[in-house]
Every structure is written in structure tokens, then in C-alpha cells.
């Protein structure tokens, strides 16, 4: 069995990758591009080579992740820490040695969603340069007339031999609807400059990014773009929905100063653990209920951020008495995701709206795709006679009376259906194009309303979907919506 504190961290790891809060363990088809972003960003560090790149794709297809892993790479080769080893009194060679050998490197991370403004955009990479300790102008509450300048004679004044800065630009679409792009501009020119070595990276998921560009910028850009697409082979998607949810040594581990991975807990247990753990969930993929479920999502999207959405509610189940991933769990959280908007929204409809979309799903049916009000209270109007004629559980007086506008039936499930009067049933079928659920077949038709053409925005599964989740649904009409036309 494994302890309570095992379980406690492999939650937590997983749910971190879930909530791309920490990087997958492998990357799965994005091998070439990585190699490339990579590359661009080592030869910016190593030789001082300026450059600029734009990655694009739809969102979730590992672009911020591509730069992230990059990063992450980079800091392991590069980055030294011990300078105080130094002693001050060291000759100007030994000083030189230092120098060329340091191989540190800044990043400053812009996102357009926050910096809306060229001018908030520069104030952020004042303060970021000012935190880094390479600049003071983070400290000054200068225009933006008078910081740009600034800090384009900060930069310009810089050879190869400083230390090189990496501009990451997420959202880089946003940043090219500033007005006169100036920031942009400015930051390519640099680039393109023998100066103090740049590297602009810019991350969007409009992949007509580049379009939005003026002349005078894109004459500034590299031109090199590096695409990501939503992974098209199923085995890879399986891949990377494996990947993060498999445990590795370093999830159950910490990191010391002297970076020396040491085991939170006894390394034999955990050890056990991870095997365990990993061989259920090889095992979990093997499943074939498990298996249709990402099959479904891969056939609808080929997201992997729903995959993540699905495994949160199993991740957060687990426990001491539970430590593994069961297919059960993932097949209740998979009915929760599969939520329909719409479905949810008639969750609550009144019984004459339902029965006037299931006379619509009818006509539908017999392929009358447009139809007006009239068509659809006289489809309504034949069930209500249907229902009197088999004299599904009415009174004998009832019988005798017969059914007439406004009368009412009693169901075997104790509840009346009554047949309203066309005003009535004309108020709710227009809540039901208020609610957009129904729309005029031509946005030019004029004369009654009871007469205007509609089409509904539901297929005949969602109105299925909603007769079964309607808490007060009668049989007869749960039949009736069943009922093939």
C-alpha cells in the first residue's frame, strides 16, 4: 500500500503538468521545431547572433511549451551561479577568462493581454532589465517619448560581449494592433543590428500574424516561422496523454541548493510506487471503454488541454486507499465534460416548449427543414389528440367530454398535459427564438409572425438529450420524443 505522502506528491505532480504549470516528460511531435527554436535561441547565447522568429498555431498545439523546454535547456547549459567564488584580487587575465567564459543570458516575458500598450509593454521590460541588475531605468517615471529612446540608447550602446537577451512576446498578435507599432519596430531593428545580441520570439495563434505587420516591420523581421499543429495521428495524441500521467523519479523529488535531487521519502518505496503506478496506467490505456473516450475527443478536436480537463476530476480522487487511476472514474468525469451548452440551457424549460421542440424534431425528421409557428402547433396539436384517443389514464368523464382547446389529460406518471390555445403556445415558441434556439430561415421575411419561416439550432440528438434530463417529462411525451417519424 502506498503512503499517504507518495500519493500526495504524485497529485500534485500530475496536476501540475494538467495545469501546464511544469513540462511534460517527453515532447511528442514537435521534435523539429524544438530543434530549431533551440538552435536559435544557443547561437543568440554563443556567438551573439541577433535574430527573430514567429511560432505559430492554434492554441494548445505546444507553442508556449516549446519555448518553455527550450528555456529550460538553455539556463542547465549555460547559466552560472558561483560568481562570488571569485576572489576580487584576481589579475586581468584570469578576470578576461571569467568573462569569455560566462555564458549567462536574460529573458523578458511580454504578453499581450497585459501589456495592451507599447507603453506598458516598455515599462515592463524597464523593470524586468532593472531586476536582472543590467540597467537602471526601471527606476524612472520618464514619458514614453522619453523611455523608448532611452532605452533604444541602452541597447545600442552594447556590443556582442554583453550578456544576451531573449524577448518573448506571448500573444505577438496583439502587440501588431498597437498603434504605429513602434515597439515592434524598434525591437526588430535592434535585431537586425550588429549590437547587443537580441533574440525576438514571438508566440500567437493567428497564423495570419504576419499579415498584420507594416511594411517598414516586416522589413525588419527574419522572416523565419516555425509552425505547431494539433498532433494528427492518434498514437501520437495517446502519447502525449500518457506522458502526463506517468511518474518519474524527479516528480517525487526536490531540488537543493548544491542541485543534488534528494527523494522526499524512502527511495525504495517510491521507486515501487512509480512502477506501480506507471504499469496501471500502460494498463488504464489498454481499456476499451478508457480508450473510446479519447478516441472521442481526439475524433471531435484533437485537443489535448480536453484530455487534461477529463483526468483533474480522477487526479484529485486519489487517495491512501486508492493510490491509482481507475477507467470508472474516467468514464463519469468524461460524461461531465461532454456537457452541452444547450442541453443545459432547457434543462429548465416548461413542458409546452419541450413539446413544441419535439414537434419540431418531427417535422425535421420528415426533412421539412424551415417550418413556421402554425406547422408546429398543428404537429403538437395531433399528439394531444393521439394521447386522447388511446385514453392514456383519463378520467371517464374526461372520456365522455372528450378533449377540446384548453382541457387537459392525466398521465400515468400523475401529471396533465393540457392542450393550450395558440396564443399560449405562440408565447413560448417566441422564447424559443428569443433564446436563439430557433432563427428565421431569411432575415428579409415580413408578414405575421405565426407565418415567418424558422430553422432550429438543435439536432435531433440535443432534443433527445433534453427530453431525458427534464425532470417533469411524462412518459407519453418521453415516448413521443423517442417516436420516429
Request: charged share 30%.
Amino acid at each position: 500500500m502506498a503512503s499517504e505522502e507518495l500519493v500526495s506528491l504524485a497529485k500534485t505532480a500530475i496536476s501540475a503538468r494538467l495545469a501546464e504549470r511544469s513540462l511534460p516528460v517527453a515532447l511528442v511531435g514537435l521534435e523539429e521545431q524544438y530543434k530549431k527554436v533551440l538552435g536559435l535561441m544557443r547561437r543568440t547565447i554563443e556567438t551573439g547572433e541577433s535574430n527573430s522568429c514567429l511560432i505559430l498555431g492554434p492554441r494548445g498545439t505546444g507553442k508556449t511549451m516549446l519555448v518553455r523546454q527550450a528555456l529550460q535547456e538553455l539556463e542547465k547549459q549555460f547559466r552560472i551561479s558561483n560568481q562570488d567564488e571569485y576572489d576580487d584580487d584576481d589579475d586581468d587575465d584570469d578576470a578576461m577568462e571569467l568573462d569569455d567564459g560566462r555564458k549567462d543570458f536574460m529573458v523578458i516575458h511580454l504578453n499581450g493581454l497585459v501589456q495592451t500598450d507599447d507603453r506598458m509593454a516598455l515599462k515592463e521590460i524597464m523593470r524586468q532589465l532593472s531586476r536582472e541588475g543590467e540597467s537602471e531605468l526601471g527606476e524612472s517615471n520618464t514619458s514614453f517619448s522619453d523611455s523608448l529612446p532611452s532605452l533604444l540608447t541602452f541597447l545600442k550602446a552594447g556590443t556582442r560581449a554583453q550578456y544576451p537577451i531573449i524577448f518573448i512576446l506571448d500573444e505577438f498578435d496583439l502587440f501588431a494592433q498597437h498603434t504605429k507599432q513602434s515597439l515592434l519596430y524598434n525591437l526588430f531593428d535592434v535585431a537586425q543590428s550588429a549590437e547587443w545580441p537580441i533574440a525576438v520570439i514571438g508566440v500567437t495563434c493567428r497564423m495570419d500574424a504576419l499579415e498584420l505587420l507594416e511594411k517598414r516591420v516586416k522589413s525588419r523581421f527574419s522572416h523565419r516561422h516555425y509552425y505547431t499543429f494539433p498532433p494528427g495521428d492518434y498514437h501520437d495524441y495517446i502519447d502525449i496523454c500518457r506522458n502526463a500521467l506517468l511518474l518519474t523519479p524527479a516528480d517525487l523529488a526536490i531540488q537543493t541548493d548544491d542541485e543534488v535531487m534528494l527523494l522526499r521519502t524512502d527511495s525504495r518505496a517510491a521507486e515501487v510506487f512509480i512502477k506501480e503506478f506507471n504499469e496501471r496506467v500502460k494498463i488504464l490505456f489498454e481499456d476499451g471503454g478508457f480508450s473510446k473516450v479519447v478516441q472521442r475527443i481526439f475524433d471531435l478536436m484533437k485537443d489535448v488541454r480536453a484530455f487534461y480537463r477529463l483526468c483533474f476530476g480522477p487526479v484529485a480522487e486519489l487517495s491512501k486507499d486508492s493510490p491509482y487511476l481507475q477507467a470508472s472514474q474516467f468514464y463519469e468525469s468524461g460524461l461531465q465534460q461532454r456537457v452541452d451548452n444547450k442541453t443545459e440551457l432547457l434543462k429548465g424549460t416548461s413542458l409546452l416548449e419541450l413539446s413544441l421542440l419535439i414537434a419540431i424534431k418531427h417535422l425535421v425528421e420528415r426533412e421539412v427543414i424551415t417550418f413556421n409557428f402554425e406547422m408546429v402547433y398543428d404537429e403538437y396539436k395531433d399528439f394531444m389528440d393521439m394521447a386522447v384517443v388511446r385514453g392514456t389514464s383519463m378520467s371517464s368523464s374526461a372520456s365522455s367530454l372528450g378533449m377540446s382547446s384548453g382541457g387537459s389529460v392525466a398521465t400515468s406518471d400523475g401529471v396533465s398535459l393540457r392542450l393550450y390555445k395558440k396564443a399560449v403556445a405562440l408565447k413560448a415558441f417566441e422564447h424559443l427564438v428569443e433564446a436563439e434556439l430557433l432563427r428565421p430561415a431569411d432575415s428579409f421575411s415580413k408578414g405575421p409572425k405565426e407565418y415567418r419561416m424558422m430553422r432550429v439550432m438543435l439536432d435531433a440528438s440535443q432534443i433527445s438529450d433534453v427530453v431525458l434530463k427534464h425532470r417533469d417529462c411524462p412518459t407519453i411525451v418521453a415516448r413521443w420524443a423517442a417516436r420516429r417519424a
